[in-house]
T-cell receptor
Framework: DGGITQSPKYLFRKEGQNVTLSCEQN?????MYWYRQDPGQGLRLIYY???????QKGDIAEGYSVSREKKESFPLTVTSAQKNPTAFYLC???????????????FGQGTRLTVV | AQSVAQPEDQVNVAEGNPLTVKCTYS??????LFWYVQYPNRGLQFLLK??????LVKGSYGFEAEFNKSQTSFHLKKPSALVSDSALYFC?????????????FGSGTRLQVQP
């Protein structure tokens, strides 16, 4: 079945550690996105990538880093510079919008990150 | 800049009654508009979208939404609510004229359907 797989489902991080969240898709989508979800704040965009080897900062990129070496993979690293990383992280993907319409985003099941 | 407002944190409705979840948006050009639903500890599921054409859009699970350009609104509706509709609902927008090809989401509205 086609879809987006995020792993792990739950992740615990100690103070000062970097952790990497995995996001893999087999939908052959060009664009991929990372969102952070906090209670009462909806989803906020961290980073997004339209094509391989290219990505742009979203609204809350500080303390995060990404890479896009393969079309199907878009891992997110939460660095020690992110002072409040406890949140639910969602990865999404879409077909590339070539100006002739827009497709909906498909989401993974999320990773819940907790600082201990 | 693009933005979305969902003015109600929670909507309560009795099973069998019609429901409305409100959404207003702000974009500099023409919008693409979406509704998503989220169940606890899960990702978002797509419900429906407005791209162009008919202002009344029909989607999954009997939901529909009406695009109103003059009021910059895209309210989600369902004629008869089910208990299983209880979930968190998100409205999202993308301005087709900007270079940023990512959705901006509202803060979410929790729908509670009482039996």
């Amino acid at each position: 079945d086609g879809g987006i797989t995020q792993s792990p489902k739950y992740l615990f991080r100690k103070e000062g550690q970097n952790v990497t969240l995995s996001c893999e898709q087999n939908l052959n989508h060009d664009a991929m996105y990372w969102y952070r979800q906090d209670p009462g704040q909806g989803l906020r965009l961290i980073y997004y990538s339209q094509i391989v080897n290219d990505f742009q900062k979203g609204d809350i990129a500080e303390g995060y880093s990404v890479s896009r070496e393969k079309k199907e993979s878009f891992p997110l690293t939460v660095t020690s510079a992110q002072k409040n990383p406890t949140a639910f992280y969602l990865c999404a993907s879409t077909l590339q919008d070539l100006g002739q319409g827009s497709t909906e985003a498909f989401f993974g099941q999320g990773t819940r990150l907790t600082v201990v | 800049a693009q933005s979305v407002a969902q003015p109600e944190d929670q909507v309560n409705v009795a099973e069998g009654n019609p429901l409305t979840v409100k959404c207003t948006y702000s974009v500099s050009g023409n919008p693409y508009l979406f509704w998503y639903v989220q169940y606890p500890n899960r990702g978002l599921q797509f419900l429906l979208k407005y791209i162009t054409g008919d202002n009344l859009v029909k989607g999954s699970y009997g939901f529909e939404a009406e695009f109103n350009k003059s009021q910059t609104s895209f309210h989600l509706k369902k004629p008869s609510a089910l208990v299983s509709d209880s979930a968190l609902y998100f409205c999202a927008v993308r301005d087709i004229w900007t270079g940023r090809r990512a959705l901006t989401f509202g803060s979410g509205t929790r729908l509670q359907v009482q039996p």
